[in-house]
């Protein structure tokens, strides 16, 4: 078999998992797609047919992390919380109590363990990998924490808004 053909056995067999994986992390379809898009491309340009699944999978999510970390704040706060930029005023949000109820939630919604790793994150700007080194955890462990203080916010300012 051809390259190509090769590449193209890997797509058909793994872009849906792919793909589901850059939509959990991204929650943005366009994004996702292009993310998944990207790897087989990189695949194809550097000749490399014989991966894994693990192998794609950890491409996806890289890439994933890689978009998430090029991001401003602004931007991140907003894939974060999946805002659609019309229900936001550029110039308003997020407003002071919106601001204030996020670290009252972090202060008081929170575990400890869970709090500590935004606050690296997000006060100290720490990557996963400081994070997790600092902590003594492994990085995946950095991610779902992060997820779980995230969704705990969502579900605080969804309440509340």
């Not at 400890?112 to 006060?123: H, K, N, Q, S």
């Amino acid at each position: 078999m051809s390259h190509r053909n090769d590449i193209e056995q890997l797509f058909r067999t793994h872009y849906l998992a792919m793909h589901r994986l850059a939509m959990l992390i991204l929650r943005d379809e366009d994004v996702a797609r292009d993310i998944v898009h990207d790897v087989f491309e990189s695949l194809l340009t550097a000749g490399l047919t014989d991966v894994s699944a693990q192998y794609l999978l950890r491409a996806v999510r890289n890439r994933c992390l890689n978009h998430l970390r090029s991001l401003s704040a602004r931007e991140r706060i907003k894939e974060l919380y999946a805002i659609d930029e019309r229900e936001i005023a550029d110039d308003e949000w997020p407003d002071d109590d919106t601001i204030a109820q996020i670290h009252s939630t972090v202060a008081n919604g929170l575990t400890d363990a869970c709090r500590r790793v935004v606050e690296l994150r997000f006060t100290d700007g720490k990557s996963y990998k400081e994070i997790a080194s600092t902590l003594g955890i492994s990085e995946v462990a950095v991610y779902k924490h992060l997820r779980h203080a995230i969704d705990v916010l969502r579900l605080k300012l969804s309440q509340n808004g």
